[in-house]
């Protein structure tokens, strides 16, 4: 799957950059877009979990999947002057460009300016963003020592943003002047369970559906939500309700399973501004799973926000989070979900 995409950059003319290990792991950094375009345990003979859309390579389209870094609320920076959605281009695919490379290690930067439609005001941005491969957790921790099986293979990464953020105009002062999250999205393939560790029965509240999303059960450890079928929906769970990791579990075939587990940083006294439509003054949309209905590629996304800067204001803010991915026989994948998030896919 590695050596495809590899292929496929380079027919498109794409930048991009390769970090390995002595394991086998390997992960395609895009410099457009400055994402993880994909991962895999080995070069060529390993799943790929995430997905990925060639056809943007050589149009340039900002959907080219993977892992990406954009920027929230996104009614407020993602509403064009005449009222309509539009990515802007100045985010992604944005200008990046490549900082520091080693074997395992790998930076991009990029400045950008961004109008807050609410605030009526632009916002300088300087993002960084750092690169590394990780051990495997299942090594280093005396509790996942029965989970050692050779047949299960193991990709993992850091990566850590860096944002400073500059007024450049001065912002409304009422309700309040604005504010910037970095907003962390990864894009999964459709057909598989989304599995969301919550303290306590949590009913998520639905940003935005086509129709209520059915197929979901909410247990006292957590959400478990099927991201299929031909409608899409987008659904949130606050810094209260979040334990700050959460899940992908997808059936490769009759024996095999991927599971993707991504660990971030949550803050319940912060500012998480992501509103839905009807809600513009709502501060607490930390996690959110959404499911495209195979509007834009049949995909879904696990996304998480960081706490806030308010935009009247020089301010910088830090994140980090952890991905990693498990691939190989069925029972052996559902026995690492069990123990690192606490839930019981069958």
């Not at 961004?114 to 690169?131: C, D, E, P």
């Amino acid at each position: 799957m590695i050596t495809k995409l590899e292929s496929q950059l380079q027919q498109a003319n794409c930048d991009y950059t390769v970090l390995h290990n002595d394991e086998g792991a390997h992960i395609i950094l895009l410099t457009r877009g400055g994402r993880v375009l994909n991962v895999a345990a080995s070069r060529s003979n390993s799943y790929a979990p995430f997905w990925t859309n060639p056809q943007a390579f050589a149009s340039r389209h900002w959907n080219a999947g993977g892992d990406r870094t954009w920027i929230s609320p996104e009614l407020e920076y993602f509403i064009d002057d005449a009222g309509q959605y539009a990515i802007p281009t100045q985010l992604d695919p944005g200008s990046w460009n490549v900082t520091q490379y080693s074997s395992e290690e790998a930076a991009l930067r990029m400045t950008c300016e961004l109008h807050h439609k609410n605030a009526n005001a632009r916002v300088g941005l300087n993002l960084n963003k750092h690169f590394r491969l990780l051990l495997n957790p299942l090594h280093l921790n005396h509790s996942a020592a029965p989970l050692n099986n050779r047949s299960v293979r193991y990709v993992g990464y850091e990566v850590v943003t860096d944002l400073r953020l500059e007024p450049l105009s001065i912002a409304r002062a009422e309700p309040s002047p604005g504010y910037c999250s970095l907003w962390s999205i990864m894009q999964l393939p459709a057909d598989g369970t989304a599995l969301i560790p919550t303290r306590g029965t949590v009913t998520p509240l639905t940003m935005f559906a086509e129709r209520e999303p059915t197929d979901i059960k909410l247990l006292p450890e957590g959400a478990y939500i099927q991201c299929g079928g031909e409608y899409s929906f987008k659904l949130s769970f606050d810094a209260i309700s979040s334990t700050g990791r959460y899940g992908y579990i997808r059936q490769l075939n009759c024996s095999q399973s991927s599971l993707v587990v991504r660990q971030f940083s949550v803050n319940p006294a912060a500012r998480y501004p992501d509103y839905p439509p009807d809600n513009p003054r709502y501060l607490g949309s930390c996690m959110q799973i959404y499911h495209d209905g195979n509007r834009l590629g049949n995909f879904a996304e696990l996304e998480y926000q960081s706490p806030a800067l308010p935009i009247d204001r020089i301010g910088r803010m830090i994140d980090a989070s952890q991905v990693f991915h498990f691939e190989g026989p069925s029972p052996a994948i559902h026995h690492i979900a069990e123990v690192m998030l606490g839930m019981y896919s069958r």
